[in-house]
């Protein structure tokens, strides 16, 4: 496999259910992210991790909870969700350098279509 | 504050037609990076340029050139002889020292 791979693609859940997509990089990059992407809306970051730790969490309901075991696997847990949580999560991993180095590229997955009944 | 304008929410050509994909961005920063990202169908946005502040060159790959224009605080992007397979959805983006921001995006649909 190469690229970043988001699985489940679909996902439908009721807003007492849980669950988590995943999403596995195999660039070798240091960092992961997480975004959210509304009909209409520009695209929302989430959450980032470089080297396993979180280093930026963007106001995100605790209702989604990261997870990042390792630097190539990255988890969204999801939990008593909201209808207008339905969107596409994507996942993005890059290389960062130090800080100051520039504005690193991000390589994204597909995404994960998530409905909220 | 930051902000990345892509006025145009939809755009459709015929295929061989040229287009031009505007956006325009805010920024206090002096240093910063402008990106283009285009989402197929399948969903993945794919990287297609990146740009600091301080390098106005235009750039061409191919049938794709990028007009920056720092006076204008432009960074649009054409396609020449656009074809079926360049329908997606485009993205402008600017990263200063904040986050990376991205624009709502304009939708591309290229008929043959």
């Known amino acids: 496999e190469t690229g970043v791979t988001q699985t489940p693609r679909h996902l439908v859940m009721g807003m007492t259910n849980k669950k988590s997509l995943k999403c596995e990089q195999h660039?070798?990059?240091?960092?992961m992210y997480w975004y959210k992407q509304s009909a209409k809306k520009p695209l929302e970051l989430m959450f980032v991790y470089s080297l396993e730790e979180r280093v930026e969490n963007n106001s995100v309901p605790s209702r989604f909870s990261p997870e990042c075991p390792n630097s190539s696997h990255l988890f969204l847990h999801l939990h008593t969700l909201q209808p207008e949580d339905s969107a596409l999560y994507l996942c993005?991993?890059?290389?960062?350098?130090?800080?100051?180095?520039?504005?690193?590229?991000?390589?994204f997955g597909a995404g994960s279509r998530l409905t909220v009944l | 504050a930051q902000k990345v304008t892509q006025a145009q929410t939809e755009i459709s050509v015929v295929e061989k037609e040229d287009v031009t994909l505007d956006c325009v961005y805010e920024t206090r920063d002096t240093t910063y990076y402008l990106f283009w990202y285009k989402q197929p169908p399948s969903g993945e946005l794919v990287f297609l340029i990146r740009r600091n502040s301080f390098d106005e060159q235009n750039e061409i790959s191919g049938r794709y050139s990028w007009n920056f224009q720092k006076s204008t605080s432009s960074f649009n992007f054409t396609i020449t002889a656009s074809q079926v397979v360049d329908s997606a959805v485009y993205f402008c983006?600017?990263?200063?020292?904040?986050?990376?921001?991205f624009g709502t995006g304009t939708r591309l649909q290229v008929f043959p």
């Open positions: 983006a600017l990263k200063g020292t904040g986050k990376l921001i």
């Open positions: 993005a991993s890059s290389q960062r350098g130090p800080k100051g180095s520039g504005a690193n590229v991000l390589t």
């Open positions: 660039l070798g990059h240091n960092a």
